[in-house]
Every structure is written in C-alpha cells, then in structure tokens.
C-alpha cells in the first residue's frame, strides 16, 4: 500500500504542474515555445539550487560549453572517488527543476560524486540530433576520467542516458561503470499494448502529450523506433550493468517492462524494480517513505 504521504503528493504534484490533456498539437507548441521564450539562454543559464540546502557552501559550480550549457558541481570539503553524470527529465521540452538537482547532489553526496548535469536543447525548437553527440562525447570523457561514472537520470532523461550508453558502446568509447534509471520513457512510439490503460491510472502523464512530445523530439513520426529515441528497441547487448526503478500507477510502465523483458533475452545485467500503484518519478518525490526506500536501493546498488 503505498504512504499517505505518496498519495497526498499523487494528488498535489499534477495539480500544482497544471497536469492536463492537451488541447491540440498547435496551441501545446505555441505555448511551449512562447514558456521557453521566457527562459534564460546560453551559458549564462541559471542552475535551479533553491531546493538545495547550503548550495553555495557545499557546492563549487562551474559551467562548461559542449555546444549547451553543462553544469559541473564539486562538492566543497568532501572526498570525490567519481562522478555521476545526470541527465533531467521533462519530456524532453522542460528544462532542469530544482528537485533534479536536490536529487541529484544527494545521491551525489552518498557515493562520493561529483555532479555533472547537462542543460541539453528542448523541443519543438531541438530535436535529438541537436544534442546527443555532444552528450556521448562528453559523458565518454567522464566515463574516461579518474574513477569513472555513473550515468542516471529520471523520465526523459533516463531514456537520454540509455540511449547515449548505447551510443557510447558503439562508438567504442568509454562507458558509464553504471546505469540509473528512474521511470525511464525509453518507447517514445506508445506501441506497447498496456500503454492505454495506464494512461487511465496515471494522474500526471497524459497519452495526448506524451504523443506529442515524443514526435517533437525524435523530428518526425517516422523516427520515433530509432535507438537515439526508443532505447527500448535497441541492441541491448554489452551494456553497463543497470537499475531501473519505476511504479504501476504510471504511463511509462509498460515501456519499462518492455525494457526489462528485452534485457532479459539480450543477457544485459538489468535490475527492475517494479512498485504497485506508485507514480512516475516516485523515487524523487520529496519525504515519501516510498522514496527514500527507493534511495537506499540506488546507493546500495552502487556500492
């Protein structure tokens, strides 16, 4: 049974985010597009900190340009052994909240990381092809450094960092020691049956949208079962060893188990842990139980 808490949140994050169908595609892009008209550009972009305790006194921040913004936090007065490469979700047109940088510098902070976390281009204006070599690139050169990386990320972003683990495989380059996956959206072509029925049981994410979304990002419909945007369709073979964490009450479920049955006949070392009735993103849900469960899990995996 899930906590109180977990279902008070399942209630307040939707209404709080304005969760809704969409409209229609036209009037969802113009006001995307007019959102992130109101959003700082370049480098000089704002990291989100405020849901951080102390940042400025535990946290040097540095931005570097692999074509975007890429935020590199050092933890100030505490031993680094490696880093962990973050990449956010958001459906791939939001950019970084503050919770993903709470998320991040805590798991941060337990095994010892530095945080490097990209601010990549969002749709409708960008699309996949706008990012992902730079983010393979620069991810192999962490993966490459002094006691390696952990890639992870949440939504969207666990998908990116999927597909960009393939990239690097296949390019030869160096790998993540690790992979975290938080409600990945790895099949952004919605072709799995059970898709439609937890689009009725998930308060947050709607079919309409995440439809979408999905075409802005991969540029056309027609590129929707490509790796670089469905991870899930791809080669699973002789990646890093993988934890994903994903609830029922969530519309990407079904493309998580779709993952975790493909990993299973590729021979990938891929533990999937399923919560019932849990929603998307649950395990950076701030003071659930369920969460902080979920944590432990990550941490323990990575030791």
């Given at each position: ?89 958001g ?33 409708p204006?960008?699309?996949?092809k ?79 949208k ?31 060893r ?15 188990r ?26 950076l ?19």
């Amino acid at each position: 049974m899930p906590s109180r808490r977990h279902d008070l949140l399942a209630r307040l994050v939707p209404a709080v985010r304005r969760s809704r169908e969409l409209d229609d595609e036209p009037t969802e892009r113009a006001r995307v597009e007019a959102w992130h008209a109101t959003l700082d550009q370049g480098l000089d972009r704002t990291l989100p900190t405020r849901a951080v305790p102390r940042f400025a006194k535990r946290w040097e921040a540095t931005v570097t340009d692999i074509g975007f913004p890429c935020h590199v936090l050092t933890p100030r007065g505490r031993p680094v052994t490696r880093t962990l490469y973050y990449v956010h979700g958001g459906g791939y047109m939001a950019p970084i909240d503050p919770f993903h940088v709470r998320y991040a510098t805590r798991l941060a902070d337990a095994i010892e990381a530095r945080v490097v976390m990209p601010d990549y281009p969002l749709a409708p204006e960008h699309t996949w092809k706008d990012s992902h070599d730079a983010l393979v690139d620069d991810a192999a050169r962490w993966a490459g450094s002094e006691g390696g990386a952990v890639l992870a990320g949440d939504s969207a972003g666990g998908g990116l960092a999927l597909s960009m683990a393939l990239s690097m495989r296949d390019r030869g380059l160096s790998q993540a020691s690790s992979l975290v996956m938080h409600a990945p959206w790895v099949d952004l072509t919605t072709s799995t049956p059970e898709t439609f029925a937890a689009d009725a049981i998930d308060p947050w994410l709607f079919i309409g949208k995440v439809q979408a979304y999905a075409a802005w990002w991969a540029g056309s419909a027609d590129g929707l079962d490509r790796p670089e945007v469905s991870p899930a369709l791809g080669d699973l073979t002789g990646l890093p060893r993988a934890l994903v964490l994903y609830g029922t009450r969530d519309l990407l479920a079904p493309g998580c188990r779709l993952l975790a049955r493909r990993a299973a006949e590729a021979g990938w070392d891929l533990t999937a842990i399923e919560e019932p009735d849990l929603i998307h993103v649950y395990g950076l849900l701030p003071f659930v139980p369920e969460s902080a469960r979920a944590f432990r899990q990550v941490t323990e995996f990575l030791r």
